[in-house]
């Protein structure tokens, strides 16, 4: 019955995949005649339970999801070994929201061959819960079937309970596994977690005793939260580190204040789900939840509208407010952090002040890496503004801020100010050349201000035209293309997302994608890009190539 079963599932998904359609190829060599790649369906392995929780996901192609068949042709180690690597730090929407789409879609899982090999399902939801993606990681955990008692399963729906404050429900799976039996330090670690909680201090030590004669080293950061959970106070020079889900709960409940030094290394070391969670802690000081929120903004999981009312609501000397600009551009600390850029602009007396403190504040951004978060902090305030021709020189900060804020559909006033100006001036500055020919692409002069761009933009330029909605003049791309012949970084990463893409192994493609941005610091060099632009549309990945260009214009009007 069994082996029908699993013919029967390799059958019906044979036939689904015959009328997949291929992907752009980057070689154009890789289409069958009829221009459709057929669809070779992995051998299946093991139980109907097994492959069916290594296939869970809440999301498919008619709620957001990718295609059942994105693992298509990929063996399992490679995807297991990617999803591992995966950064959980996406600063990029289109590439963030790609991340989630791959983790929390239901799609055939590839034959697992060796059974100590991780989970895919327990992987891709320990993501979820690491990107802080809590209410996907939460549903994803109800999909599992409640027949599977996977160690790690149970682990995360402990979690699962204690980010929704039931405790006891908590303890109960926590009790349970050590009934088990399960070899996870985790569990004894949250077994003394739960004596705590229910005030059972003596039954705490109890535990730690039996720990230590057993030889268990427990890490410092633990420790220095069983004393302070114990009631013992926070010493002001202890330093938590190695911060995971179940000691942000010992410190959330901790009857002490803790201080920015105190966590330093873990806003600077946690993932983002930490850093949401830090964000709304009542227990931290006001500057740990303004950098916590402030993080967790940049990857996408705290609204601009909620770090605005967090700004707001820190208290802030004048004197502070009065040279915070001059000294962050000094590359002094100011604390807490953009806060106090955010107070300061409201405190700017008319429209040329807030324009020219709006530009140096940006240009702060820029030096440390958080332009577009101050695009977003300051774009309610440039649109108030009705662009006039004394404005001009304020118009390609606009622009830009504008577009790093995803609110490019709000700059046509300050584009009609630029152009104005950029036909005046005789398009004089690279700024204005740069902004210019991508707003006005079908006009352009083959010979005039596109030569002066620098080769390096080029590549994406052209990419740009040839594939979004743009109308570009042939004779233009041709020059255009002249100018762009790049020599694209051969590396082994490189190499792998080339072939992933060209064998439409699409769920690969994505994970290398991701690597790749990894490796690159979140904050993607030309070149990358252009690379990413070509595996995704090469992958069948159009709409996150089109997002994808979109942002990357905003390097390329630098």
């Known amino acids: 019955m069994r082996f029908f079963l699993v013919f029967l599932l390799c059958l019906t998904m044979s036939s689904v ?96 061959i060796d059974q100590q090999s991780p989970w895919l399902a327990v992987l891709r939801i320990e993501k979820l819960l690491e990107m802080g993606e809590f209410a996907k990681f939460k549903k994803m955990l109800e999909a599992v079937p409640a027949t599977m008692k996977n160690p790690k399963i149970l682990r995360l729906q402990s979690i699962s309970a204690l980010l929704d404050q039931e ?80 000691e942000y709960f010992m410190l959330k409940n901790a009857n ?12 600077q070391d946690a993932s983002p789900g930490i850093w949401k969670l830090l964000a709304s802690t009542g227990n931290v000081d006001v500057q740990v939840r303004v950098r916590a929120a402030q993080l967790a903004e940049k990857y ?39 806060a106090v850029l955010y107070q300061a ?42 662009p006039q021709p004394e404005h001009a020189w304020f ?44 707003e006005n692409l079908s006009q352009l002069q083959v010979n005039g201000a596109l030569g002066q761009l620098p080769v390096e933009k080029l590549g994406d330029l052209y990419l740009l035209t040839g594939y979004s909605e743009f109308l570009v003049d042939k004779k233009v791309r041709e020059t255009m293309l002249g100018y762009s012949q790049l020599q694209l970084p051969v590396t082994p990463l490189f190499q792998q997302l080339n072939a992933a893409a060209r064998n439409y192994k699409k769920g690969k493609t994505i994970l290398l994608i991701l690597q790749l941005v990894k490796q690159s610091g979140n904050r993607t060099h030309p070149v990358t890009e252009s690379q990413i632009i070509k595996a995704s549309l090469a992958a069948d990945l159009k709409d996150t190539a089109d997002t994808y260009l979109k942002e990357s214009i905003l390097d390329i009007m630098q």
């Open 17 to 112: 995949g015959m009328t997949q359609q291929g992907p752009l190829s980057l070689t154009q060599d890789q289409t069958t005649q009829q221009g459709k790649r057929p669809f070779i369906s992995p051998v299946r392995v093991g139980t109907l339970e097994d492959i069916t929780f290594d296939s869970v996901g809440i999301l498919d192609v008619g709620n957001g999801g990718l295609t059942p068949d994105i693992w298509q042709q990929t063996d399992y180690d490679s995807v297991t070994l990617l999803l591992e690597q995966m950064p959980t730090r996406i600063e990029s929407p289109a590439l963030r929201r790609l991340a989630v789409q791959v983790l929390a879609t239901s799609a055939s899982a590839p034959q697992k």
């Open 300 to 338: 996408g999981l705290y609204s601009t509208d909620e770090l605005k009312e967090l700004y707001e609501s820190v208290l802030i000397s004048p004197q502070n407010l009065a040279g915070a600009l001059d000294a962050m551009a000094l590359g002094q600390d100011i604390s807490p952090s953009y």
């Open 167 to 246: 405790y006891e429900k908590a303890c109960i799976i926590i009790d349970n596994a050590l009934r088990a039996e399960y070899d996870d330090i985790f569990w004894q670690k949250a077994d003394v977690f739960c004596h705590l909680q229910d005030r059972d201090t003596a039954k705490a030590r109890f535990k730690l005793g039996l720990l230590e004669e057993q030889g268990v080293e427990l890490p410092a950061t633990f420790m220095t939260l069983v004393e302070i959970m114990s009631g013992a106070p926070a010493a002001p020079d202890a330093s938590l580190r190695q911060f995971g889900f179940l």
């Open 395 to 438: 118009a390609t900060t606009a622009i830009h801020a504008l577009y790093a804020a995803n609110m490019s559909e709000r700059s046509d006033a300050w584009q009609a100010i630029l152009t104005q100006t950029a036909l005046a001036t005789g398009i004089s500055s690279p700024p204005l050349q740069n902004i210019v020919n991508l």
């Open 256 to 267: 002490a204040q803790f201080s920015l030094s105190t966590l330093q290394p873990v806003l």
């Open 345 to 386: 602009l409201k405190n700017q007396r008319d429209q040329k002040e807030t324009l020219e403190f709006i530009q140096k504040a940006l240009n702060v951004g820029k030096l440390n890496g958080d332009y577009n978060q101050l695009a977003r902090l300051f774009a309610d305030e440039i649109i108030k503004i009705i």
